[in-house]
């Protein structure tokens, strides 16, 4: 069968926010989380996927003042979409992922590699508001969910560039040294995808990805009526999961691993933990996919003393990372002179938030012929 592919990359990015209790189990405290995810309209499930965890992580606690989602097309008022305005992650039709009050920071053209490797390191321009900043500090969790097509190493954007796993793990270690995190869940779903984290070298980061190298991932299921598939396997899997939990939830990021499976997931997932400090079996799925409310307060002031009290917030020293020995195939990518567009102090910083990033990526493939392959759409 001849298949004419024309890559059309969608990318959508989430910054979530909320405060949080920091986890006993933590030897050091956090109180935001970030997440990447990605989506596209024959890659219609890649958007769906993305505004799937967009609403799961805002049933967990996650507000929308504390969301940045960046979402570079979209199939909602695509023409070719018979449920104009709408989205849908399931072929039963029964939760208008579109309908629930999203609310749009970055799109089209504003969706590239540049500006998301600007977003993580800050370096923004000075005009850029706030609701479009990653304010995150040293007690930010941040879960970063990424959906789309890829390679080995490599994640399209927009059909004329790739962000690669050296451009991904050098802004991690850039984040680590200026304190623009506590931990990170990296989690993606592309072919290839554990390829993604390989290059990771900065601490407290935890990893996981829906398919080895040389493997494809592989679309759920289609809706006839759609006329595409609307959701993939391993991430209809993980947000399945994510159903069965709410805000108080012990359930740990163990228990969701130990739930993978090749014949369920039709791919090899992966996980990555070697950087990460925590036991899985003591981190809570809610420490980077929900967030609950904490205000804290230093002891009343003595009697006679008129100052009032001070919130606290307890610091995390910075480690100096250094990057593993550079390859050939390493690109370096100047996102900013030093200075520029100095990060905005505000809302989260230093105040305890949790943060959630999404950002989804992927190119669009055009078939003649069948559609649908036995096991579904590659990734």
């Known amino acids: 069968m001849l298949v004419h592919t024309q890559a059309l990359v969608r990318l959508a990015l989430v910054l979530l926010s909320c405060l949080l209790v920091p986890s006993i189990a933590s030897?050091?405290?956090?109180?935001?989380?970030?997440?990447?995810?990605?989506?596209?309209?024959?890659?219609?499930?890649?958007?769906?996927?993305?505004?799937?965890?967009?609403?799961?992580?805002?049933?967990?606690?996650?507000?929308?003042?504390?969301?940045?989602?960046?979402?570079?097309?979209?199939?909602?008022?695509?023409?070719?979409?018979?449920?104009?305005?709408?989205?849908?992650?399931?072929?039963?039709?029964?939760?208008?992922?579109?309908g629930e009050k999203i609310e749009v920071d970055y799109k089209g053209e504003e969706v590239n590699v540049e500006t998301f490797l600007r977003l993580l390191s800050g370096r923004l321009p000075d005009s850029t508001p706030a609701s479009k900043r990653l304010m995150t500090d040293s007690r930010s969790n941040i879960f970063v969910y990424m959906?789309?097509?890829?390679?080995?190493?490599?994640?399209?954007?927009?059909?004329?560039?790739?962000?690669?796993?050296?451009?991904?793990?050098?802004?991690?270690?850039?984040?680590?040294?200026?304190?623009?995190?506590?931990?990170?869940?990296?989690?993606?779903?592309?072919?290839?995808?554990?390829?993604?984290?390989?290059?990771?070298?900065?601490?407290?980061?935890?990893?996981?990805?829906s398919s080895e190298k040389d493997e494809n991932s592989y679309s759920h299921h289609a809706d006839n009526d759609i006329g595409v598939a609307v959701t993939d396997r391993y991430t209809h899997h993980v947000l399945t999961f994510l159903e069965t939990i709410n805000k108080t939830s012990k359930v740990t990021m163990q228990n969701l691993f130990d739930t993978f499976s090749p014949q369920i997931i039709h791919s090899t997932p992966g996980v990555r933990s070697d950087l990460f400090q925590r036991p899985l079996s003591e981190t809570l799925l809610t420490d980077f996919f929900g967030g609950v409310s904490e205000v804290e307060f230093s002891p009343s002031a003595p009697p006679g003393d008129g100052e009032e009290a001070k919130r606290t917030t307890e610091g995390v020293e910075e480690e100096e990372v250094r990057p593993p020995k550079s390859s050939p195939r390493r690109r370096r990518r100047r996102i900013a002179s030093e200075g520029e567009g100095a990060q905005v102090e505000g809302k989260a910083r230093g105040e305890g938030y949790q943060r959630t990033l999404m950002v989804a990526g992927g190119m669009a493939a055009l078939q003649a012929g069948a559609i649908w392959l036995a096991r579904g759409w590659k990734v």
């Open 147 to 209: 959906t789309g097509h890829g390679g080995d190493e490599f994640l399209k954007f927009q059909d004329n560039e790739e962000i690669s796993a050296f451009d991904i793990a050098d802004a991690f270690g850039g984040m680590w040294s200026k304190g623009r995190y506590n931990e990170i869940l990296f989690m993606v779903d592309t072919c290839q995808a554990n390829t993604l984290y390989t290059k990771f070298y900065s601490p407290n980061i935890l990893a996981t990805g």
């Open 27 to 98: 030897s050091t405290p956090f109180t935001n989380n970030w997440a990447v995810l990605s989506r596209f309209w024959f890659n219609y499930r890649h958007m769906a996927n993305t505004l799937a965890m967009y609403r799961t992580v805002k049933r967990l606690g996650i507000p929308d003042s504390q969301i940045i989602l960046m979402l570079a097309d979209d199939v909602a008022c695509n023409p070719r979409n018979p449920f104009a305005g709408t989205v849908y992650s399931n072929a039963d039709r029964k939760t208008d992922l579109y």
